[in-house]
């Protein structure tokens, strides 16, 4: 499985960005896709993960401004990224897991896959 992100960018504080992800490869192997963010100095943190059931599920700093989705059909999910804050400055990368592991091992950096990654700038 291969992941390409892309949409990432500079934005002021309050705006919005949307991230896609294309996966390509072995799909019928992926069991949830979604994004971690690392910022420089700071732990990983998965930000939106979602099932190939449609499940979804946010961080809490992300909650309420923070949309995860999915087009099965162009092997593709998506983060919309709205309100955004200084702080939401970071690498977002997008995973795969392909064990089916639970949203609590993978937000402990159990996944498999994991694209090259795409700069998020939120100016104040």
């Known amino acids: 499985v291969q992941l390409v992100e892309s949409g990432g960018g500079l934005v002021q504080a309050g705006g919005s960005l949307s991230l896609s992800c294309a996966a390509s490869?072995?799909?019928?192997?992926?069991?949830?896709m979604g994004w971690y963010r690392q910022a420089s100095g700071k732990q990983r943190e998965v930000v939106a993960h979602?099932?190939?059931?449609?499940?979804?599920n946010y961080a809490d700093s992300v909650k309420g401004r923070f949309t995860i989705s999915r087009d099965n059909a162009k092997d593709t999910v998506y983060l919309q990224m709205n309100s955004l804050k200084p702080e939401d400055t970071a690498v977002y990368y997008c995973?795969?897991?392909?064990?089916?592991?639970?949203?609590?091992?993978?937000?402990?950096?159990?996944?498999?896959?994991w694209g090259q990654g795409t700069l998020v700038t939120v100016s104040s």
């Open positions: 995973y795969a897991d392909l064990s089916g592991s639970s949203y609590d091992y993978v937000t402990r950096g159990y996944f498999e896959v």
């Open positions: 490869g072995s799909i019928s192997s992926i069991n949830a």
């Open positions: 979602i099932t190939s059931g449609g499940s979804t």
